[in-house]
């Protein structure tokens, strides 16, 4: 059976489809994608996106057709300008709740954040675009210390959750924020049920079969919360046993493609593994020891094969090519091989690169 929950998601998180054509499409139908690494979640879009690039993103990150900013458990998350403001609104209080002990120990308490949010304000009105070290004058003339880098990121967060600011377009490789109701001046609204309901609609459809338990973790939702939206949706999803747990997603058309020889070479903190809070349906923990010193699958770049993680990979950056290094948890066969080598030979079409591939591959 977690084959078939593999396969489902591969196909639900359109992995094995490629059909979308914009950037923001393949957002606005995962609800959010998690980008504290910019380029890695640059390649999550592209490898659910028809014939990607990455300047096709970096362009619509830069026209603003996708934002990034502080969402959820609490990290950066690309989402759309339509879907902003409404996922704050759920998302930014348990946020806020999960960073209140550092607010504490940095000193940052209502008063203070008032008066930096109304000095990142005036500092940007007017449509600029600054870097987080041109706003740190604004907020010290404002009387609002921020040496302490810690501490200038949590005040930038926190006007990100307040939505006050959200990103602007890049400056080289340099982040820019600028004001949400400059960047996005008008979007949807949602009162708290609709907004729940179409939290989960999008959760469960973009990511299922998941449980509850899953939705939860995802989103950082309370559990009375993910239980309300998921009680609002239900009727229009399917339910299903497997392995006594109860699953939800959509009740849509399965592709015909054979997912045994397809191969993925995902990004760290990938949709497809980082949704979830059982992860076993993808990863078999007795890997982890040939995982990065860290230990933890989440930051790792993954190698799918038929749906499961069978090893990791790292690349390295040359002036014309890209260098793909696997670690394999074990060895692939022939056709398993000219799989890999075609992944990365898509990887590097992204980047516009030539791809290369280190051996050996076991």
């Given at each position: ?155 930038i967060m926190h006007a990100e959750l307040d939505g006050i600011i959200c990103s602007g377009a890049r400056r080289g490789k340099q982040f820019t924020y600028a004001l949400l109701d400059e960047r996005v001046p008008q979007s949807r609204t949602l009162d708290r049920e609709e907004a729940l309901a179409e939290f989960a609609r999008r959760y469960f459809t973009g990511h299922g079969p998941a449980t509850l338990q899953d939705f939860v973790w995802c989103s950082g939702l309370t559990v009375a919360d993910a239980k309300t939206g998921l009680e609002m ?130």
């Open positions: 059976m977690n084959q078939d929950i593999a396969h489902r998601r591969l196909h639900n998180q359109f992995l094995s489809q490629q059909t979308f054509e914009k950037p923001e499409e393949v957002v606005e139908w995962l609800g959010a994608v998690q980008a504290q690494d910019y380029g890695a979640a640059k390649w999550a879009i592209g490898l659910r996106l028809r014939g990607a690039t990455d300047d096709v993103i970096e362009q619509a990150f830069a026209s603003g057709a996708i934002l990034r900013t502080h969402l959820m458990r609490p990290t950066w998350h690309f989402v759309t300008p339509a879907d902003i403001r409404w996922m704050l609104m759920l998302t930014a209080p348990r946020v806020l709740a999960t960073i209140a002990y550092y607010d504490r120990t940095l000193e940052l308490d209502g008063a203070t954040l008032l008066r930096s949010n109304h000095a990142l304000v005036k500092a940007l009105e007017g449509g600029k675009q600054l870097t987080r070290t041109e706003l740190a004058p604004a907020l010290q003339q404002a009387g609002i210390a921020c040496n302490n880098l810690q501490r200038l990121g949590h005040i949706v239900s009727p229009g999803l399917m339910r299903e046993v497997i392995d006594g747990q109860m699953y939800w997603s959509a009740g849509s058309v399965m592709s015909a493609n054979d997912e045994s020889q397809a191969m993925y070479l995902l990004p760290n903190y990938d949709e497809y593994i980082v949704s979830y809070t059982d992860r076993s349906a993808v990863y078999d923990v007795l890997h982890t020891e040939k995982l990065d010193s860290r230990g933890n699958v989440l930051f790792n770049h993954t190698i799918v094969l038929d749906g499961r993680i069978v090893g990791t990979w790292k690349r390295a950056l040359k002036k014309n090519s890209v260098i793909i290094t696997p670690t394999l948890f074990t060895p692939l066969n022939e056709t398993e091989t000219r799989a890999l080598v075609e992944a990365a030979n898509r990887y590097g079409a992204f980047l516009g690169l030539q791809a290369g591939i280190t051996l050996p591959l076991a």
